[in-house]
Every structure is written in C-alpha cells, then in structure tokens.
C-alpha cells in the first residue's frame, strides 16, 4: 500500500559478470514480491563496467538503482595472480571508495540492511560501522556455501595438502570430496589465493544472514547443515538464519537477437539430439585440449553446439578480458569441414538460455559453473561435468555423485580429457542407457526447481519471510 515505508537495502558486488547478474536478478526477484523496497546495487570495477552486466541493468525495474564505484586500474594489480585472486584485490582496493558511497547513500536515506557478494565481505565490516544488518548473497550452492563455513575448522583438522588428505573430506550436510576437488583456492595452502578464501570464510561468520541460489530440494542435506551452523554460531539476537532462494538464473536476457543464426540453426535439428559445449562466460581450454574435444565431438558422431575460446595456459584465461584472436582458427585443420551438418560452433559467446531451453537441445557439456548447472536443472538439461577451476570442481561433485545429474569424463596424467574417453562420454550422455536415467532424475529436479519458485513454493516463501524481517527492521528503527 502506498502508506508503506519504503524499505532501503543497499548491495555489492564484485567485478565478474556471473555474479553481477546474479545478484541483480536477485533484487529483480526481492523488488518483485516486495513492492516497498528498494534496493541500490554497487559494482566495484575493474578498468570499466562489463558489456553484458551493462546490458543487463538497462532493464531495471524503478526500485533498483545502481552504481559503479570508481574503476581500478588493472595494470595496478599483479599480472601473474589468477583471475579469482585479482578479483579480490580490485574488491579490496574499492572498499575506501565503497565506504564512501554507503556514507552518502545514508546521507539521502535510511538503509536498513547490506547485502553482500562473498568475495565483496570486507563490505561487512563496512555495514557495522555505519550499524546495518549486514546479508551475505550466496550465488554459487549450498554445498560450497557449507564448505566455506567449514574451512576454518577443516584448516584447523587437515595439516596436509588437502589433495594429499587420504580419506574423502566430510563438509556439513554435503556429499564426501576428495581434496583435489575442493575449489581451486584451497589446492595450494601457501599461496595468496587460500590466504584470501580463508580470510573471507572467517569474515562470514560477521553477516546476520545468508540468502543462497539453491532450492531446498536439490540440497536438502546442506539447507540442513546450514540452519544448525547459522543456529550454533549465533551470537547476535537479530540472526535470521539462512534462506535457499533459487534457483535465480538468467532469464533470457535480451543480450542477444533472438534469431541468431545458432538458434535458427537448432530449429533444423531433432528433439534431444543436440549438444551444447560451453566453458561459461571466461573458461578456456589448452591448444591440446581444443583439439581433443574436437576429435572427441567429431568421434562421438553425435550433433553439438560449440561456443569455442582461443586457447590459454589458465583455466579461467578469458574471465578478465579476453583475448582477440579468432577463436575459430585454432581448431583442427579440416575439422569445420568435416563436421559441416553435424555441428555448429561460434565464437566466444552464445544465448545459452535460449540454447538450453530449445527442444533440439539435449545434452549440455558444461565447466559447471553454478549459474549454468542451474540453467540446465531449470530447462532439464542432462550433463557432461567438465570442470575447469573456481568451485567448478566441487560442483561437478555435487552433481554426478550427489544429484546424479551428470556424467563426467576422465583426464589423464596430464589433466587431459582424450578424445576417445569424450566420444565415450558424449554418446553415453545423448544415447546411452546410462543418459536416460539422467534425463529422467534432470526432470524432475527440473520439476522442483519450477515448484520452489510458484507462489507457495520454498523458495518464495523464503525469499518472503527475508522480507518480512527486513520489514521488522524498519519499523523497528
Ligand atoms: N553465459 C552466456 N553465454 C555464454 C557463456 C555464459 O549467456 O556464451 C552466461 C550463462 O548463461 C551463465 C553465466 O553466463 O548465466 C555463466 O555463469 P557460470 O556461473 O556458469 O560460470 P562463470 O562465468 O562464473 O564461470
């Protein structure tokens, strides 16, 4: 009603496009059940705002702001750290012209609550100098989540490498890892990046709350996990626990035409037939590896979807910014010739909603970044695991042995998928026995995930009750 107070939260990010849309499709969903809120979305920034995230924001509903804080120079970050790590410095170095920006923000209006990225939580400890309720935006699952609140204490019970660790590692509520698929972070303990992942796992324990991009359903074991943790550590009274509110995906932004030449290029394909290849949005392969999964695509003889990346030496080599070569020149001499009718393959990037969500569409080889292993529970996709680094590892777990979602195929000594075991996989996924099964177990999940977001579902009821406490907040203030 429009007596209602407005209710302002303000929110951060970090520098990489998966989590920015992430949370903006989040406030999408919070402005949308609550009509009196308002929330501003501030981006830390490396050199300047990313394209897609760009795109995205210029359909915001009224009641979402957003701002940019003053971009960091990425000459002034150390060249040689991997992505995740130079994120996190950018992150740090925002955090004077972030504390800024929340003083102004205050200066205007009342914020009642920060909800922050998890790799943004200084910003915590920003939130309870100026005295808000501080949320953490959780965008990868429940399990990592539960991990990450686990680390300490399995920092303190593992001396080891955790890759060296004999026994499968036991997270709260979670399916048993081996340490090497812990996320690439934890994999060496000397380095600066487990010095930073463990710093900020330690900082969560700061927020009064933690809102996840998962769905009771497909990790009932950790929402579990979670509740207890959140009430064992409890030490502040206004603690409101832990809310599963996902699946929050892309919803087909409209980044791309919708008659792009690779959709139209489906509409000529059989229904399931078709296998869509993508390492998101800054995966990338080795020459070697390029040329494996070409061989290994063109031996399965079944039809695929390629979006294809210049090769680099780092897993996540395109994440920030990516290079301009052509990707395309780097496959196989004769290979687009010889797969012309069967396969489809562009460069760089591709409506992947749309792709998913296609009928022809029925397989999905994907480095199992959260945000596309969630597209392919929401559009019923069965799965290839092809992890590459972040958490993506630790997902792959979570998704062939917990869900049974996925198949995932072995690599050699050298960290190489060959292309005979790819074939093998592929066509176990698209024809196999082994690939009804998981297209069946897909559905339903994919049945739940659209269950958890209708009106009474899980995750709405969730996403509510946050609301509703926000609400309290304000009243109360
Ligand atoms: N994405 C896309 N087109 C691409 C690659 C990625 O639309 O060619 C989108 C994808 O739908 C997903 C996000 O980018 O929403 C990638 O997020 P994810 O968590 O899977 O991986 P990350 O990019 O963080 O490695």
Not at 140 to 152: I, V, Y
Request: aromatic content about 8%; proline content about 6%.
């Amino acid at each position: 009603d429009s007596m209602a107070k407005t209710t302002h939260i303000a929110a951060i990010s970090i520098p990489a496009f998966s989590h920015q849309a992430s949370i903006v499709e989040f406030c999408k969903r919070l402005v949308h059940l609550h009509h009196h809120f308002h929330v501003t979305c501030i981006f830390p920034t490396i050199d300047a705002p990313l394209p897609a995230t760009l795109t995205l924001l210029k359909s915001l509903p009224s009641n979402i702001n957003y701002t940019f804080l003053p971009p960091i120079n990425k000459k002034d970050l150390p060249e040689d750290a991997p992505s995740a790590v130079q994120i996190q410095l950018a992150v740090s170095k925002s955090m004077p012209h972030f504390q800024q920006a929340l003083g102004s923000l205050l200066s205007t209006m009342s914020l009642v609550a920060l909800i922050a990225d998890p790799f943004a939580n200084e910003a915590l400890e920003i939130a309870k100098e100026f005295k808000l309720l501080s949320y953490i935006y959780f965008p990868p699952s429940a399990m990592t989540l539960s991990l990450f609140l686990h680390l300490p204490a399995l920092h303190q019970q593992v001396s080891c490498e955790y890759r060296d660790h004999k026994e499968a590692i036991e997270i709260p509520g979670c399916v048993p890892i081996q340490g090497r698929d812990l996320p690439e972070h934890f994999q060496n303990r000397s380095s600066l990046a487990y010095k930073l992942i463990l710093e900020r796992c330690k900082r969560l324990s700061l927020a009064h709350g933690f809102l996840v991009n998962s769905f009771s359903k497909v990790e009932e074991g950790s929402e579990r996990a979670l509740q207890e943790h959140n009430r064992a550590n409890s030490t502040n009274s206004n603690n409101s626990g832990v809310y599963l509110i996902g699946p929050i995906v892309q919803t087909g932004s409209s980044n791309e035409p919708k008659g792009s030449e690779c959709v139209k290029w489906l509409e000529n394909q059989k229904a399931n037939s078709v296998l869509y290849v993508s390492f998101g949005s800054g995966g990338t392969l080795s020459q070697k590896q390029i040329n494996e999964l070409a061989f290994g695509l063109e031996l399965s003889g079944e039809k695929f979807l390629w979006v294809v990346r210049a090769p680099s030496d780092s897993a996540d080599g395109a994440y920030v910014g990516a290079s301009s070569d052509d990707p395309l020149q780097f496959l196989p001499n004769g290979f687009l010739e010889r797969t012309k009718g069967s396969g489809f393959v562009l460069p760089s990037w591709a409506p992947q909603t749309q792709i998913l969500g296609h009928v022809s569409t029925g397989g999905f080889l994907t480095h199992c970044g959260w945000n596309s292993a969630l597209e392919s529970i929401v559009l019923g996709v069965p799965m290839v695991a092809w992890p590459l680094f972040a958490e993506q590892r630790t997902n792959a777990v979570l998704l062939t042995e917990g869900l049974k979602v996925a198949l995932r195929p072995k690599f050699n000594d050298h960290g190489i998928a060959e292309r005979e075991e790819i074939a093998k996989v592929v066509k176990g996924l698209m024809v196999g026995e082994e690939g009804d099964l998981i297209r069946g177990r897909i559905e339903k999940l994919r049945d739940a995930a659209a269950e958890a977001l209708e009106e009474h579902g899980s995750s709405t009821r969730a996403l509510y009750q946050f609301g509703t406490q926000m609400e309290s907040f304000v009243g109360h203030s």
